[in-house]
C-alpha cells in the first residue's frame, strides 16, 4: 500500500502543477485578445476567478507540504482532503457538461481531474 504521506506529497504537486498552469491562463488561452469580446463584468470576474483559485491551489500545496501531519491526523485536515477531492469530481463533472471537445488538451485536463479526485482521496481511504 502507498502511504498516506506519499498521497499528500503528490496532492502537493499536482496543486503546484495547477497554480502554474492557471498563472499562464492569460497566455496560454489568449486572453488580452479573446476577453476584449466580453462585456467588461465578465472579463473582470473571469480574471478574478483565476487569480483566487491560483491562491487556493498555492495554499492547498503549501498546506501538503508543511502540514502533511495535520492533514492527516485532524477533522480539520480530513475535512480539508475530503473538500479537495469533491472539489475535483464536481469538476471532472463540469468538464464533461461544459466543455465537450476532442481536443487532446482537454482530454489532458480530465485525466488531471481526475488524478486530483484519486491523490486527495486516498488518505481518506487508508483510513477505512
Known amino acids: 500500500m502507498i502511504s498516506n504521506e506519499f498521497w499528500i506529497a ?3 504537486v499536482h496543486s503546484v502543477a ?3 498552469f492557471h498563472l499562464g491562463f492569460w497566455r496560454l488561452l489568449g486572453w488580452k485578445k479573446d476577453l476584449r469580446h ?3 463584468v465578465n472579463r473582470a470576474v473571469m ?11 498555492g495554499a492547498l500545496a503549501i498546506a501538503c507540504f508543511y502540514f502533511r501531519g495535520e492533514l492527516l491526523e485532524s477533522k480539520v ?3 480539508l482532503l475530503g473538500a479537495a477531492s469533491l472539489f475535483w469530481v464536481g469538476r471532472l463533472v463540469e468538464q464533461i457538461i461544459f466543455l465537450r471537445n ?3 488538451m482537454v482530454h489532458a485536463l480530465t485525466a488531471m481531474f481526475v488524478l486530483g479526485a484519486v491523490i486527495f482521496a486516498m488518505p481518506l481511504v487508508n483510513r477505512l
Request: proline residues 4%; glycine residues 20%.
Open 47 to 57: 480574471q478574478i476567478l483565476n487569480l483566487r483559485i491560483i491562491y487556493i491551489f
Open 10 to 12: 503528490a496532492g502537493g
Open 18 to 20: 495547477l497554480f502554474l
Open 38 to 40: 466580453v462585456s467588461p
Open 102 to 104: 476532442g481536443n487532446w
Open 77 to 79: 485536515g480530513i475535512g
